[in-house]
T-cell receptor
Framework: DAGVTQSPTHLIKTRGQQVTLRCSPK?????VSWYQQALGQGPQFIFQ???????QRGNFPDRFSGHQFPNYSSELNVNALLLGDSALYLC???????????FGPGTRLTVT | GQNIDQPTEMTATEGAIVQINCTYQTSGFNGLFWYQQHAGEAPTFLSY????GLEEKGRFSSFLSRSKGYSYLLLKELQMKDSASYLC????????FGAGTRLTVKP
C-alpha cells in the first residue's frame, strides 16, 4: 500500500519563474492538502482539495493555485516565484476532512 | 487573531517524562492534532483529541481542555529516537500548525 508520494524531491528555480509540484495521495484517500514549511517553522496551510474542487484556502496569494484530478492526485502551481517562496512544500492526504493526515516526503523548492 | 503557541525548545533525559504544552486561540475548533517531525522528514501522526480529557497511546498521551484552549503531549520513558520536533495543530476546517517544539533527549 503506497503512502503519499511527491515529485520532484528537490527543485531550483529562478525568481519570476513558475513551478508545478505533484502529489499522489495514499490509496483510498480522497482529500489532499498542501502546506508550505519554512525552516524552523510549522507547516502553513495553503489549500485543500476534495472532489476536484478547492474546499479551504489559507492566507496565500493567488500566485498559489492548485488542481485535483479524478484519480485524487493533485498539483500545486506557483507563479511569479519570489525568493521568499523557498521552502519545503508538503502534501498530505486524508480520508475526509478532520481525520488523520498522512504527509508525503515533501518537495524542497529553492528560488534564486 | 488566531494563535497556536508552544515552547520553542525543550531538553530531557533518556528514560524521563516530558510534557509539551500547546495553547491556542482560533475562531473555530474541530479537534487538535499532535505530529512528530524528525529533521528533514515529513510529519507523522501521533494523536487526535476532539473531546476534553486524556488520550493514551503507548508511551505517548495527549490531553485537551477546550474551555482553556490548552493541550499537552506527554512522552514517557524517553528514548534517544524521540529527539524531534513536536507540532501541535488545530483543525479549524483548515489545519493551523504551531511552530513546533524541538525536543532533545540526552543520555
Amino acid at each position: 500500500d503506497a503512502g503519499v508520494t511527491q515529485s520532484p524531491t528537490h527543485l531550483i528555480k529562478t525568481r519570476g519563474q513558475q513551478v508545478t509540484l505533484r502529489c499522489s495521495p495514499k490509496s483510498g484517500h480522497d482529500t489532499v492538502s498542501w502546506y508550505q514549511q519554512a525552516l524552523g517553522q510549522g507547516p502553513q496551510f495553503i489549500f485543500q482539495y476534495y472532489e476536484e474542487e478547492e474546499r479551504q484556502r489559507g492566507n496565500f496569494p493567488d500566485r498559489f493555485s492548485g488542481h485535483q484530478f479524478p484519480n485524487y492526485s493533485s498539483e500545486l502551481n506557483v507563479n511569479a516565484l519570489l525568493l521568499g517562496d523557498s521552502a519545503l512544500y508538503l502534501c498530505a492526504s486524508s480520508l475526509r476532512q478532520g481525520s488523520e493526515q498522512y504527509f508525503g516526503p515533501g518537495t524542497r523548492l529553492t528560488v534564486t | 487573531g488566531q494563535n497556536i503557541d508552544q515552547p520553542t525548545e525543550m531538553t530531557a533525559t533518556e528514560g524521563a517524562i516530558v510534557q509539551i504544552n500547546c495553547t491556542y486561540q482560533t475562531s473555530g475548533f474541530n479537534g487538535l492534532f499532535w505530529y512528530q517531525q524528525h529533521a528533514g522528514e515529513a510529519p507523522t501522526f501521533l494523536s487526535y483529541n476532539v473531546l476534553d480529557g486524556l488520550e493514551e497511546k503507548g508511551r505517548f498521551s495527549s490531553f485537551l481542555s477546550r474551555s482553556k484552549g490548552y493541550s499537552y503531549l506527554l512522552l514517557k520513558e524517553l528514548q534517544m529516537k524521540d529527539s524531534a520536533s513536536y507540532l501541535c495543530a488545530v483543525d479549524n476546517n483548515d489545519m493551523r500548525f504551531g511552530a513546533g517544539t524541538r525536543l532533545t533527549v540526552k543520555p
